[in-house]
């Protein structure tokens, strides 16, 4: 091994914060760690260490940003949770600051200025950068009020392309309803630096009335609505072919099952896969199982096949200590690690699918909980969000109304793609 490949390896063994550190001291040390084979290395070295990661409430006016909080974890190494770091700061005084996206480390915000002008940054925490984006210019200040007025407008799209690691390039998305009730995407792009539209035929526009805030993987974002029982996923890296990028996803416990479903239904990601999760009960036992997501296209033969179900366990150590509790999110890079929160105890459950242990985290002042992740937890009046919202599905089998996104920090130092000059 010569010289070069040891400091290689060294450099490998330190967390990404210290690396940063490093990579500022010289051209020499900053041409290493900007060089594609030590990226690659370090990913591929650290692919299994844990990073720090959060889960973002969409309402932070009402409480707070983070409620939920990971910091410490070995690949940055960071003292503080990553939702401390969505500093921010606009060029003129605003009244309103909200998360609307954040996806593969980047952050999308909506800032009102005092007078009412709406501004939308699209940000990477770590290095402080963050980029206005242009509103469009085929709709007026005057337009956005009245979609918002109505009801007939959602703005909390962001989907990114990624490569090895780092974020490539990312598209703002907004979805309209016009008077004609169609269906619009207005979409931003971080390559072009500009704004198209694209008129959406694959589904009714009724469908989209009281959708929630959506959710991205790879390129595509994912939509919920309150009267069906499936979710519309879009593929905004596809091309332009409507009805190969729009799908229709059916949860896999439709039909007769969903009677026996205990809580509301919901989606999130977990190791790169759109999972679902939910309680059963039958024949007076209570089962929680867990789905992932294995293809967009549905078989007419055979619909639940776009499903694997990889859990089906029994909750029933949490039931015999009197827990009553309704499942949360799943850990984004560990799908055995499942979270609940216990409505009586005010506490959040980290349960281990695998291994059937489980830990309850109380929310204290301290917040220096080890996670099972290896991770520092903590909290951020997480409890009073909670006590807000309730998951039980009978007879309402809807989707839940946790407006939440994780906020996941890169396995690399990416920079926030920019438009190019014209």
Not at 126 to 149: G, M, V
Not at 307 to 316: D, H, I, P, Y
Not at 359 to 372: H, I, P, V
Request: proline share 4%; with cysteine.
């Amino acid at each position: 091994m010569d010289i070069q490949e040891m400091v290689e390896e060294v450099l490998a063994r330190l967390p990404l914060k210290s690396i940063a550190r490093f990579r500022s001291t010289s051209r020499r040390w900053k041409l290493l760690i900007d060089s594609n084979s030590f990226r690659d290395y370090f990913i591929s070295r650290n692919s299994s260490s844990s990073i720090s990661w959060s889960i973002i409430q969409m309402q932070p006016h009402k409480l707070t940003l983070e409620i939920i909080g990971h910091h410490g974890c070995k690949t940055w190494g960071l003292t503080r949770s990553p939702g401390s770091l969505v500093s921010f700061f606009v060029e003129r005084a605003i009244k309103k600051l909200l998360v609307l996206a954040c996806t593969d480390g980047l952050v999308l915000l909506y800032a009102q200025a005092t007078d009412g002008t709406p501004m939308y940054y699209v940000g990477n925490t770590l290095f402080q950068e963050w980029f206005r984006i242009p509103l469009p210019p085929f709709l007026s200040l005057q337009d956005l009020e009245i979609l918002r007025t109505y009801d007939r407008f959602s703005d909390s799209g962001l989907v990114t392309k990624m490569q090895s690691g780092i974020v490539l390039s990312y598209k703002v998305v907004w979805l309209i309803i016009r008077q004609a009730a169609k269906v619009e995407f207005a979409i931003y792009s971080s390559d072009t630096g500009t704004w198209e539209t694209r008129n959406v035929t694959c589904i009714d526009s009724l469908v989209w009335y009281g959708t929630h805030n959506s959710i991205a993987l790879n390129g595509i974002l994912h939509w919920i609505h309150d009267k069906i029982s499936s979710f519309v996923a879009y593929n905004f890296y596809g091309g332009h072919d409507d009805d190969r990028l729009c799908s229709i996803v059916d949860f896999p416990d439709n039909g007769e099952l969903h009677k026996l479903s205990r809580f509301r239904k919901t989606i999130t990601t977990s190791e790169g896969s759109i999972v679902y999760f939910n309680e059963f009960r039958e024949n007076g036992n209570l089962t929680l199982r867990v789905w992932r997501l294995v293809t967009y296209i549905s078989s007419i033969n055979a619909p639940q096949d776009q499903w694997q179900l990889f859990w089906e366990v029994s909750l029933a150590s949490l039931v015999e200590l009197g827990v009553d509790y309704f499942p949360v999110v799943m850990h984004p890079l560990n799908s055995e690690i499942i979270y609940l929160w216990s409505r009586g105890n005010n506490m959040l459950i980290l349960f281990n699918l695998r291994t059937h242990a489980f830990r309850l985290q109380a929310e204290t002042a301290d917040n220096g909980n080890k996670c099972m992740d290896g991770c520092i937890l903590s909290f951020n009046r997480c409890s009073e969000y909670m006590q807000m919202h309730n998951m039980v599905a009978i007879p309402f089998y809807g989707p839940n109304h946790l407006l939440f996104s994780q906020f996941v920090l890169p396995r690399w130092m990416q920079r926030l793609p920019r438009p190019q000059p014209n």
